[in-house]
């Protein structure tokens, strides 16, 4: 699969940046079905930093894989904050990782609210001994576009976790 230059780009920095820190990486991915990991992977060299990933489409699959407690479904959503985080949380406890993305979001056509609209996309960085990132985002255009925007979101949050 070919990623637009950007991604690529993004991708080959965040790669470098883990080396550079000597950090191992993994993702916990919804919308995005793997995909930034797939950007990652695409790289050739990448397998001394990314070292698993997780794709947890259902609410099942996040609690048995990544131990997201299901209170916080029902309290506030697969795509909230607080899932996000618990995702990428969850993902450096299962894993042979030290930095962590997670995406969970309405890529569409359906599934959008007034509340949560198609194109809500929330996602979170961590990284062992740092403050987990968070970010919100509601990208424009069809699904491919979102999950386009939501992958290069995801590199640039890993990018920015791995070097602060």
Known sequence: MTFPDTIRTLAEQVLEACRRAELR????????GGLVLGALTSIAGSSDVVERGFVTYTNEAK???????????????????????????????????QISVSVTGIAGPGGGTEEKPVGLVHMAAACDG???LHARHVFDGGRDAVREQAVEAALRMLLDQSTS
């Open 130 to 132: 740092r403050e987990t």
């Open 25 to 32: 990486l993994t993702a916990a991915e919804s919308c995005t």
């Open 63 to 97: 609690t048995t894989m990544l131990g997201v407690a299901e209170d916080l479904f029902i309290n506030h959503g697969a795509v909230s904050e607080e899932v996000a985080r618990a995702m990428a949380e969850g993902a450096l406890s299962n894993a042979e990782a």
